[in-house]
Every structure is written in C-alpha cells, then in structure tokens.
C-alpha cells in the first residue's frame, strides 16, 4: 500500500489534513476552537494529537467503499465452449452457481434482488 501525500515544502505542510475527508476519522468540534478531538478508527479509535497529512491506510469517505463497488458490479462471463459471452444478471449467475454450470468458484454473499 502507497502513502498518499497532500503535501510537504520545505518541512511545512500544506493543504486540507487527509483526516478531514478519511473514512476511519472521527472528529469531535465543542464550541471553542481549543475543544477539539480527532479519533483514527484504523488505529482502534485512538487520539490522535494531530492531523494527518501522509497516511499509508487513508480511505477517502467521498469516492465509494470497494465493499460497495463490489456489491453493484456487474458480472462478465465468459464461455470457453463457444457460448454466449457478455453480462449476466446476478439472478441468471445465481442460478446457474446452484445448476453448479460454474465450476471453481467461490460462494459469493449475494444482495437481494
């Protein structure tokens, strides 16, 4: 996994702290400026004592989970016998799991359709 950096010149950071649109980060605003906490849920919901502007597990809460993507994708079969290539609903890829047409593959937790 790659650090992502928001930026660095001269020993001073720049820019908007990764913590601010991360996944894992749990602030918590009082009424002062002085009232502030930051939480990483990567690291057990510990304190943090600053923002983070280079992080290795960043996850970026406005760009879609790869949980989620993976729940919405589609399906692409491909036929070595000369069948029918292309896409498949997840019904007809169900159905034919429980027909066993598909061999080798994992069992797969499917949404409701």
Same mark, same amino acid.
Do not use: H
């Given at each position: /996994?790659?650090? !992502?950096?928001?930026?660095?010149?001269?020993?001073?950071?720049?820019?908007?702290? !990764?913590?601010?649109?991360?996944?894992?980060?749990? =602030?918590?605003?009082?009424?002062?400026?002085?009232?502030? /906490?930051?939480?990483?849920?990567?690291?057990?919901?510990?304190? /943090?004592?600053?923002?983070? =502007?280079?992080?290795?597990?960043?996850?970026?809460?406005?760009?879609?989970?790869?949980?989620? /993507?993976?729940?919405?994708?589609?399906?692409?079969?491909?036929?070595?016998?000369?069948?029918?290539?292309?896409?498949?609903?997840?019904?007809?890829?169900?159905?034919?799991?429980?027909?066993?047409?598909?061999?080798?593959?994992?069992?797969?937790?499917?949404?409701?359709?």
């Amino acid at each position: /996994m790659s650090v !992502l950096t928001r930026g660095v010149r001269g020993g001073t950071a720049f820019g908007t702290p !990764l913590c601010r649109t991360c996944r894992w980060a749990m =602030y918590i605003q009082g009424q002062a400026e002085s009232q502030r /906490m930051l939480r990483c849920g990567w690291m057990n919901s510990r304190i /943090m004592p600053f923002e983070a =502007y280079e992080c290795a597990v960043y996850d970026d809460k406005r760009q879609p989970a790869l949980s989620d /993507m993976k729940q919405i994708a589609w399906v692409l079969r491909t036929e070595k016998n000369g069948g029918t290539i292309g896409f498949c609903s997840a019904k007809e890829w169900r159905e034919k799991w429980e027909r066993e047409e598909i061999p080798n593959q994992q069992p797969v937790n499917w949404p409701s359709t």
